[in-house]
């Protein structure tokens, strides 16, 4: 069953990040190491997994330099401090990711016709945990 992303938040630290349009997902990938050896079987490669990394996640929206969450976001790119992070999805879907991270991107942009608005780039740091309510 499909669900409606209206409602999703993100939580820098504790505070809410006003006026999102967007929140990307974490991008989980992993390494591998080649484990293949002069006695391997098949002619096939083998490998074991390696490091794990958590991605990153971009966040976009209107910008409002009033907002406390994303003066927030600006100030952790300035200071390059990691902060405690959560995206809340909708409360019917009784899930939400938790992660540290390091904001590593902030950009405004203004258009013609258009709202101003903001962009940033929240890189994981660790191990991102996926919560899931009963």
């Known amino acids: 069953m499909a669900n409606r992303a209206v409602g999703t938040k993100l939580m820098f630290g504790t505070t ?7 929140i990307g997902g974490l ?3 992993a390494d591998t190491i080649d484990t293949t050896s002069l006695d391997s079987d098949g002619g096939y490669r083998t490998f074991i997994g ?3 990394d958590g991605g990153e996640v971009s966040i976009s929206g209107f910008f ?6 994303q003066a927030a ?3 952790a790119f300035n200071s390059g401090a990691t902060t405690a992070c959560e995206i809340q999805f909708p409360a019917a879907l009784k899930a939400s990711w938790s992660f540290n ?3 590593t991107a902030f950009t405004t942009g203004a258009e013609l016709e258009e709202a101003i608005s903001f962009e940033a780039t929240l890189k994981v740091s660790g191990e991102p945990t996926l919560e899931i309510a009963p």
């Open 64 to 69: 409002n330099p009033g907002d406390a969450g």
């Open 16 to 22: 809410p990040v006003a006026e999102l349009t967007s």
């Open 101 to 103: 991270a390091v904001v």
């Open 73 to 75: 976001v600006y100030a």
């Open 50 to 52: 390696g490091f794990k």
């Open 27 to 29: 991008e989980l990938s």
